[in-house]
Nanobody, 123 residues
Framework: QVQLQESGPGLVKPSQTLSLTCTVSGGSITTNNNYWSWIRRPPGQGLEWMGAITYSGSIYYSPSLKSRTSISADTSKNQFTLQLSSVTPEDTAVYYC???????????????WGQGTQVTVSS
């Protein structure tokens, strides 16, 4: 069974870079037809798809975030990462990593999720 776990600092100062890691177990990020995404939920708001990296290494970003977002993978550690630069308090959210077997920007179509990690942007 695929399991995902987010890790990283829970507090980031404005203008800094938010960095999170998703550690995957029970499956490989390079397995054919696996797609790995970062999704977030700001307080009182819905889920927002941020971007994804595919099993083959292709990377896709939400147009609204692409200028500030970087997703990468470390296949030797079975991890993928999120970096969100120039953060503001509006980036405060619960951040999730998630996976499914197709490329989709719709959070409801993802099958497996990490438990989420709260990240607060505050000075």
């Amino acid at each position: 069974q695929v399991q995902l776990q987010e890790s990283g600092p829970g507090l980031v100062k404005p203008s800094q870079t938010l960095s999170l890691t998703c550690t995957v177990s029970g499956g490989s990020i390079t397995t054919n037809n696996n797609y790995w995404s970062w999704i977030r939920r700001p307080p009182g708001q819905g889920l927002e798809w941020m971007g994804a990296i595919t099993y083959s290494g292709s990377i896709y970003y939400s147009p609204s975030l692409k200028s500030r977002t970087s997703i990468s993978a470390d296949t030797s550690k079975n991890q993928f990462t999120l970096q969100l630069s120039s953060v503001t308090p509006e980036d405060t959210a619960v951040y999730y990593c998630a996976t499914t077997n197709k490329l989709t920007t719709t959070p409801g179509e993802y099958h497996y999720w990490g438990q989420g990690t709260q990240v607060t942007v505050s000075s």
